[in-house]
């Protein structure tokens, strides 16, 4: 198998691959420092006939500096860490133009409430779907993510997106696609017996083309309810 | 072995053998020894159990949907026909994990080693409790008990994961599990009092009967990181137990504690379960933490390198340890400026692991390095721990656990910690710990064969796991193939499963090993190791009661290759002519404060063999 | 360090006392930290789950006996005194008031359980049951494993003082005395805890 | 103390933890066979013998008035594994209405009336998931009677039970041509099915003490056959139009004709629609949909 990240179509998933490939860079110098280290040692002072081991009860210069080493690098990383974590949870980073889309998530299924024209959720003109989240490209969109049983968490590998969604809890997360396709949300929570198929199509569609397909969709949906 | 000079301490002697009926000497002992052998043989049962568990696991993983070979066996409500049922599946996952974490591995590292070596390690004749100790094995065995019978009960046993998250391990009608998961409930509820009992039993033995000169800075490292697993017990399993009780009257009494229904909140449970959590986590890392610093300094014949330092590791680890649980809930609906805090206090944390690591290294440096098996087990455990620390970096830092959490990077991650590093302590202890245990060797060769047939398989299992999970494979599901992301993903989980199932065997193959040198393995002499630690001052294995006469300690625990000896060991109750230039200044405030300052008269005289 | 290798002293006979206190009423210390955390659990969840629904939350006295309930309290803390009066006796060597402050506290104990028996009967009778809403559940949780607690802790000094009328206890050794009071307090101080957040707050 | 005589020690303390365990292992078994039990005692029972000579009947018709419920149209692109099996009618769902005002769908069966006890038939009734429907919609069984479900899907359907007298069960058959065998112990009329992978898959299982019940056809007509003369409370259950009941006396070897005469205003609320409701309802919502059911009938 190839070692990358899949292919990566929203905005925050930039920042969280960079962070990642750089903890990659960092842990592995730290993996072959020791590794090297202990297999060199293993050699070097293998036992021998005669040989003395030498007697010391350690030094206070080796481990004030292997005690700060790590202490800075942890540091410089939560630092890091704390920013874009900012950027992408902080209740000031949720865009307010954003699309508001209803996700409520059920043993097995994924329940996706659009609003009608007003943009906005809970009123007549909504309309739902049942596994299919489609979404215009290049368009913040904010998910209002609920539960109607168990804990179940809403993951699009390729948006680096997941949340858990709590029964109880209106939890909302917010992204922004930066490529048309088609994704899928999985179910990132074990949530029962069906947990393992708990999938639904994600389409990422360019503005025009979600237009049309929205509209059609709502037609469908009032058309249904007559 | 030469006899042992060493300082009478004059106590009267408290323990006389005289015959005792079958049952009270060897099924309901008060003896550690005997508790610590019975915790044994108990935690290998369910090693094995929760191995097959996990070989069934990794073959639906490895060959989805297919027929387990003579699965047809089980029956029509696990695997019809022999095709696992989806059900089926969850319950082995949450069942694996709960035999290896609270009937495997945490017995082993306490219930054992805690059981056998505090009393022997700190000089006493037993446990200050010793029929508490009896009571601590003997409520776990119906704990284990009930947990086996719970895969027989309608609706099959426990299927919403280790963490048991609610609603889905509260309400039946989401799981199709009722009375599997109250059986689940109950039966930890009962371990956690047994194991509550062990720990008051650990920690007042150490406080209270430690022989004369065996101050806090002469204890064994194996001691002390036991000691401090004592406490984390103490201070978390009882958490467990209040929210295990609040989840048992949300199934059965119609409460709502984590039900949203009226006001209950789902993550209440997260909070109370991680807040033991995670310190059980270090329960099941510190011992072995301890185990390796005892062998790896017996190993290089070396002091071990920065004895305090190890020691305040140990203490801040315990410490942070409470402080960090919320670091599995990152992506939980916690309140992500939590999400900030806990990710600091994580990243803390992993400071004092890298202290003991370098510490470990520095033991090695310049030390005269002896290959024997429970050596390459505790060398091993620190290589694999290495892998396991860092890659707990990742999830450290939250915006990349956003991407990996709840998937294969996560299970790589613990079990480079837990089979990879605890595991691998344990069984280095076994190999170590056997000839004092049972009076017999193992054969070396063989250990190195399991060792090096272990080591390899482990990581062809489990570093493949980090790539899953990169790729976005999810936790605890039964069949990728199902999603899209993790098509071309199969070989490479049937190529873990193959390995896996041959680590299941190397298993099989020590537990051969055990039970054939239990009764075949050529008689161990008393100190096999030439090992400086008070236990191995004792003859093999050591009587009831331990000690003729308490020993007197005048040494640190790792005085090996002192410049005054002839040999390249001494032990902590030899030659008090000789002095141990460790931090001098500490100890000395240190026996100031115990009021044990003053050695005794000088005399010689064969301790214990007699 | 080279000095204490020299200097020679018996007080090296004896084993470490790390705390110069003897092992039962250091386990029971130890013991008591670790219920501690069991009711820190317990309390800590009806916090959090009272702030989480504080809207619904009934006003003190609304459903519970409050009067009562401070009687049975009272009850409680005169148990702790007892037992306090019980160890003082035995220290001086009064075996005789030893065994009546023991009875005493026993007694009384039992009379705290039965009140408890009695509320827990109105509170079901008038229709108030752990499965009526989290104040319920709460409030029988956490009121019953205390009240589970308290029986125990009767059970054990009722052993105690059957043993002390046997004369298993004398001025120089009296242990079960002293321990069992240090569970007893404990008890009783969680009580006064329970009391303030569940009744009166 | 010798290693040898360590290891019989251990060998006995097993012996003995072993043995406890197998007991654990029954005791948790046991538990659970109690309403089976019971059955089984209601199976062996004589049953009271019905003379053929003397068999009567009863035939009839579910009638409809008034606007019809929409069927709509259920959108199976997401698994098209079923869509496949619908070439050319479109799956709909299933308050099935004939053109002349026949109720099809709806649970006729004896309610009071019949004395003694009725051996379950050996026979299973079979209820089978084919291009993501339950097949039948509706499934009467006797207590005790052996349901045999099958899926001829090739995808994960799971059998979500929500009773209120029996034991539920939640279980799951994720290959084409699985079986599992189940039984309820006790009458109850009607025990819900659902399947949670698919919204849109409910079924609806009534169970009685005796062979008496059918369920009315596409053109409303149901018969219940070799009955013992007497008199009758005879039922019929819709789920969305509740429940209807009326006596009936028919003597030996007759046939009697009962009518059941539904309106569109006995539509209830608390029945599962075909499309999904989006709604966040308690830990037992399953029970509130069974009870709704129940009540239709009450407020009859």
Redesign the interface.
């Given at each position: 198998m190839d070692w990358s990240l899949p292919l990566n179509a929203s905005t925050q998933g930039e920042a969280i691959d960079n962070l990642f490939w750089l903890i990659f860079w960092i842990t592995v110098t730290a993996f072959v420092v020791v590794e090297a280290g202990v297999l060199w040692f293993l050699w070097k002072y293998r036992g021998r006939k005669g040989r003395q081991a030498r007697y010391t009860h350690g030094n206070a210069t080796a481990e004030v500096i292997w005690t700060t080493i790590p202490a800075v690098v942890m540091v410089f990383l939560g630092i890091y860490s704390g920013r874009v974590w900012a950027s992408i949870r902080s209740s000031d980073s949720y865009p307010d133009d954003a699309l508001t889309i209803g996700v409520m998530a059920k043993q097995f299924e994924w329940i996706v409430t659009y609003p009608g024209e007003d943009r906005m959720l809970g009123n007549a003109d909504d309309f739902t779907i049942r596994n299919r989240f489609e979404i215009p490209v290049n368009e913040p969109v904010v998910v209002m993510l609920e539960s109607e049983d168990a804990i179940h968490s809403f993951f699009i590998p390729e948006m680096r997106v997941k949340q858990d969604a709590v029964p109880g809890m209106t939890i909302p997360i917010w992204f922004e696609a930066i490529r048309t396709g088609e994704f899928q949300i999985a179910c990132a929570e074990l949530c029962g017996l069906g947990h393992y198929r708990m999938r639904a199509r994600v389409v990422v569609h360019d503005p025009t083309s979600y237009e049309a397909w929205y509209d059609e969709r709502s037609a469908e949906a009032f058309a249904a309810e007559e | 072995m030469a006899t042992i000079v060493a300082e009478a301490s004059g106590m009267p002697v408290l323990v006389v053998e005289h015959e005792m009926p079958f049952i009270r000497k060897y099924v309901f002992s008060t003896d550690h020894k005997v508790i610590g052998i019975q915790f044994l043989f108990f935690s290998l049962f369910f090693l094995l159990i929760g191995g097959l568990l996990a070989v069934l696991i990794r073959y639906q993983l490895g060959w989805p949907g297919k027929a387990i070979p003579g699965g047809g066996v089980l029956p029509e409500s696990m695997a019809p026909q022999g095709i696992m049922l989806p059900e089926f599946y969850n319950s082995l996952v949450t069942m694996h994990g709960t035999f290896m974490v609270f009937f495997a591995i945490m017995p082993l590292l306490v219930g054992v080693y805690a059981n056998y070596l505090i009393p022997l390690q700190i000089g006493a004749h037993d446990m200050a409790f010793p029929k508490l100790n009896m009571a601590s094995f003997w409520i776990s065995v119906p704990a284990g008990l009930m947990m086996m019978a719970s895969f027989a009960v309608e609706g099959g046993a426990a299927g919403a994961g280790w963490t048991s998250y609610a609603p889905l391990s509260a309400r039946p009608d989401l799981s199709g599990v009722s009375l599997g998961q109250q059986m689940w409930i109950v039966s930890l509820v009962v371990l956690g009092l047994g194991s509550i009992l062990g720990a008051v039993n650990y920690v007042t033995t150490v406080i209270n009967n430690r022989a004369p000169g065996m101050t806090w800075f002469r204890l064994p490292l194996a001691t002390w990181a036991l000691f401090i697993s004592a406490i984390l017990i103490l201070l978390s399993m009882p958490v467990l137990s209040a929210a295990m009780i609040m989840l048992l009257f949300d199934q059965t009494i119609g409460t709502n504690f984590f039900l949203p229904a009226e006001g209950g909140q789902p993550l209440l449970w997260q909070h109370l379960f991680w807040f033991f959590g995670h310190p059980e986590v270090y329960i099941l890392i510190l011992p072995a933490m301890g185990f390796v610093s005892e062998i790896i300094a017996n190993g290089s014949r070396k002091p071990i390198f920065g004895y305090h330092s190890m020691v305040f590791a140990l203490i801040a680890i315990a410490f942070l340890g409470f402080l960090v649980w919320g670091h599995h809930m990152f992506q939980s609906g916690m309140n992500p400026a939590l999400g900030m805090s806990f990710m600091i206090s994580t990243l803390v944390i992993s400071v004092p692991s890298a202290i003991k690591v370098f510490n470990w290294m520095g033991t090695l440096w310049e030390g005269n390095i002896q290959f024997h098996t429970p050596m390459l087990f505790a060398v091993g455990f620190v290589m694999l721990f290495v892998i396991g620390g860092l890659s707990g970096v990742y999830m450290a830092s939250t915006p990349v656990d956003i991407y990996i959490h709840d998937t294969y990077f996560i299970v790589a991650h613990i079990h480079y910690v837990l089979l990879g590093g605890s595991l691998f302590a344990i069984f280095g202890a076994i190999y170590y710990w056997f000839p004092k245990m049972f009076g017999r060797m193992i054969n070396d060769t063989a250990g190195k064969i399991h060792f090096f047939a272990t080591f390899i398989l482990f990581n062809l299992t489990f570093f493949p796991m980090h790539g899953l999970g990169m790729k976005g494979m999810m936790r605890r599901i039964y069949d990728p193939a199902q999603y899209e992301h993790l098509s071309e993903i199969q070989d490479t989980n049937t190529m873990v499963s193959i390995a896996a199932i041959a680590l299941f065997g190397t298993g099989i193959y020590f537990l051969v090993l055990f039970f054939w040198s239990l009764f075949k393995g050529k008689k161990a002499p008393a100190n096999p190791w030439n090992a400086t630690t008070l236990e191995w001052q004792t003859p093999s294995p050591p009587r009831h009661g331990n000690w003729s006469e308490l020993p007197v300690v005048y040494h640190g625990p790792y005085e090996y290759s002192h410049p005054d000896m002839d040999r390249d060991w001494l032990a902590q109750n030899e030659r008090p002519d000789i002095v141990s230039p460790a931090h001098p200044e500490l100890t000395d405030q240190v026996l100031a404060e115990t009021g044990a300052s003053e050695e005794p008269s000088p005399g010689t005289h064969t301790d214990g063999a007699g | 360090m080279t000095s204490h290798a020299a200097t020679v002293d018996s007080t090296a006979q004896r084993p470490e006392r790390g705390l110069g206190v003897y092992d039962k009423k250091v386990g029971m210390w130890v013991f008591l930290c670790s219920e501690v955390m069991f009711f820190t659990g317990l309390i800590g969840s009806y916090i959090i789950l009272r702030f989480g629904a504080s809207d619904v939350w009934p006003m003190p006295g609304e459903v519970l006996n409050v009067p009562v309930t401070a009687v049975n309290t009272f009850l409680l803390i005169c148990s702790s005194v007892t037992m306090v009066k019980a160890f003082a006796a035995a220290e001086v060597g009064d075996l005789k008031g030893m065994r009546l402050y023991l009875l005493a506290t026993a007694v009384i104990g039992a009379g705290f359980v039965g009140v408890q028996v009695f509320e827990y009967n109105q509170l079901i009778h008038h229709g108030f049951l752990p499965s009526s809403g989290l104040y319920g559940a709460t409030f029988f949780t956490m009121t019953g494993f205390h009240g589970l607690h308290v029986t125990v802790g009767v059970i054990c000094i009722a052993w105690v003082t059957a043993k002390a009328y046997r004369g298993g206890y004398t001025q120089e050794d009296h242990e079960g005395v002293e321990v069992i009071g240090l569970y007893w307090h404990f008890v009783d101080l969680v009580w006064i805890i329970l009391f303030t957040v569940v009744y009166l707050i | 103390?010798?290693?040898k005589?360590?290891?019989?020690?251990?060998a006995?303390?097993?012996i003995?933890?072993l043995a406890?365990?197998g007991g654990?292992?029954?005791?948790?078994?046991g538990?659970?066979t109690g309403g089976e039990a019971g059955a089984a005692a209601g199976g062996d029972a004589a049953a009271p013998a019905v003379d053929p000579a003397t068999a009567a009947t009863i035939r009839g018709v579910v009638t409809y008035e008034g606007v019809s419920p929409?069927m709509?149209e259920i959108?199976m692109s997401?698994e098209p594994v079923c869509a496949e099996k619908y070439p050319t009618d479109r799956p709909m769902t299933e308050q099935v209405v004939s053109a002349d005002g026949r109720l099809a769908n709806a649970f006729v069966y004896v309610k009071e009336g019949l004395a003694g006890e009725w051996p379950a038939p050996a026979e299973p009734a079979a209820l089978d998931q084919v291009g993501c429907r339950y097949d039948p919609h509706i499934l009467g069984l006797q207590a005790g009677q052996t349901l045999l479900i099958t899926n001829s899907d090739a995808v994960?359907h799971?059998i979500?039970t929500?009773p209120t007298a029996n034991?539920?069960?939640?279980?799951?058959?994720?290959?084409a041509g699985?079986?599992?065998?189940r039984e309820f112990s006790r009458a109850e009329v009607m025990i819900p099915v659902k399947c949670?992978?698919h919204?849109w898959m409910h079924a609806f299982l009534g169970i009685v003490d005796h062979p008496y019940h059918a369920v009315s056809l596409a053109d409303g007509t149901f018969e219940i056959a070799s009955l013992p003369p007497g008199t009758y409370t005879i039922e019929a259950w819709h789920e969305v139009y509740g429940t209807m009941s009326q006596e009936v006396i028919v003597g030996d070897s007759e046939t009697a004709e009962v009518a059941f005469a539904y309106s569109a205003d006995m539509a209830s609320a608390d029945v599962p629609m075909a499309?999904?409701l989006?709604?966040?309802?308690?830990?037992?919502d399953?029970h509130e949909a069974a009870h709704g059911a129940g009540n239709a009938g009450a407020d009859r």
């Open positions: - | - | - | 103390m010798t290693r005589a360590w290891t019989k020690g251990l006995a303390s097993w003995v933890a406890a365990c654990g292992g029954n005791g948790g078994a538990e659970d929409t709509t959108d997401e994960l799971n979500n929500q034991r539920g069960f939640n279980i799951s058959q994720p290959q699985m079986v599992s065998h949670d992978v919204g499309e999904p989006v709604l966040t309802h308690g830990p037992d399953g």
